[in-house]
């Protein structure tokens, strides 16, 4: 194990945790948005059935939470053992939005605490509602943070560098660089997508097994419409990261879209593979899509990857990643529409086997839709660790234990992970929904939830 590239290791210890933090992160962003709908949803129609879905969410929420402090330590961790040449140099730039992040955790977790245990403790059931706003605010504050120290690693900017040293560092101008405002707010519309879409599948998923309750229902109608909401904002957003990456990153871009030449009237490579001279080959070619992509014109000249010396070009595989992700996107979008126009749809079910089916695969679709978008953007970005004055290379440690230090923590993931999915499975296994209204004194209305 000792013989092991420590880079590499490395490497692959960080992707490891951020794979493994990155669900729980997106999650702890995203419920914390559905919990004040399905609560202001139970509060405004006197619906107790929207009320016991913000009970049970706010339950399965704290498992999730209390893993994500734990793998998100671990990142903290990390940074400074397995990248100290990076955390030396940088380090003065991104201590801002680190620090910010851990106080917007505790305003999250503070007020998560009082609100799980203050329920019908109000005469207005709107002042337990209210409650909330600091724990969304803390949690998608906790995301804006971390990403703006991400954004400056692609856009660094606010220091002077003097003789390899970080002089002279604004950190205000170094979070708030050209990257945060697409980074951040494309992290914030996934993360809600992502929970909207979890929360989704969980109800298909109820209604495939038989449970007919509109309680399920009301369930499904409510997070397939928030689905649908935020993955449209997602795919807007989207598109305005084309448009940064075309102007500040060009070389990520030309990498995603195989587009080696500069060239107006570029076309979008979608799918397709390449030969050893770089042609290719059975892909789709969007004519012009590429120029509207990065200019909202077809005229618009991109810049191609040949422009870059070839050992600060992105791997080419990113461009499978890109082109998944735009495909879970499209998914993500066109499924609930159909469910939301499927009154329209052949057949006389309400509730089609084949558009649950379609629904239960929103979750895992939006799951694969974050790592691929954190693929994208990491790989996307090498072979530097801060764009244009740091190569991973030179960032990483030396030390030759970093392969034992790969497999502890694989085994503490593995823990983390198989116990956070045992407890949320017992926690709903088994209960009715009607049986937990009458013990928790909640009133509900008829209808299908239709």
Known sequence: MSTLDPVLMSRVLTGLTLFVHIVLATIGVGIPVMLALAEWRGIHTGDGHYTLLARRWARGYVITVAVGVVTGTAIGLQLSLLWPTFMRVAGKAIALPLFLETFAFFVEAIFLGIYLYTWDRFKSKYTH?????????????????????????????????????????????????????????????????????????????????????????????????????????????????????????????????????????????????????????????????????????????????????????????????????????????????????????????????????????????????????????EIGRQPWILRGYMKVADAATTSPNVGWMLLLFILLYLVLSVSAIRVLTKLFRNKNAEEELAMLGLNSKGGSGQ
């Not at 692609?154 to 970080?166: A, D, K």
């Not at 097994?209 to 997602?234: M, P």
């Not at 239960?360 to 939006?366: D, K, Q, S, V, Y």
């Open 129 to 377: 509602l209210l409650l909330l706003i600091p724990v969304a605010i803390g949690a998608s504050f906790s995301a804006i943070f971390i990403t703006s120290m991400n954004a400056f690693m692609n856009q660094p900017q606010g220091f002077e560098l003097v003789g390899g040293v970080f002089t002279n560092v604004n950190p205000f101008v170094a979070m708030f660089n050209p990257a945060t405002p697409t980074k951040v707010s494309h992290v914030l519309a996934s993360a809600y997508t992502t929970s909207a879409a979890a929360l989704a599948s969980i109800a298909a998923y109820s209604l495939l097994r038989g449970n007919k309750h509109t309680y399920f229902k009301k369930a499904l109608k409510l997070t397939v419409i928030s689905t649908f909401v935020f993955a449209v904002a997602t795919v807007m957003i989207g598109d305005f990261s084309g448009k940064f990456l075309a102007k500040y990153q060009p070389e990520k871009l030309a990498a995603m879209e195989w587009h080696f030449e500069t060239m107006k009237e570029a076309p979008l490579i979608y799918g397709g593979v390449l030969d050893e001279n770089r042609d290719i080959k059975y892909a789709l070619k969007i004519p012009y899509a590429l120029s509207i992509l990065a200019g909202n014109r077809p005229d618009t000249e991109v810049i191609g990857l040949n422009e870059f010396p070839e050992d600060e070009q992105p791997p080419l595989m990113i461009h499978y990643f890109f082109d998944l992700k735009v495909t879970n996107g499209v998914l993500l979008v066109v499924i609930p529409l159909l469910y939301m126009f499927r009154k329209w749809l052949p057949g006389k079910k309400a509730y089609p086997k084949w558009l649950l089916i379609g629904i239960l695969a929103l979750g895992p679709m939006a799951l694969v839709a974050i790592w691929l978008g954190w693929f994208l953007a």
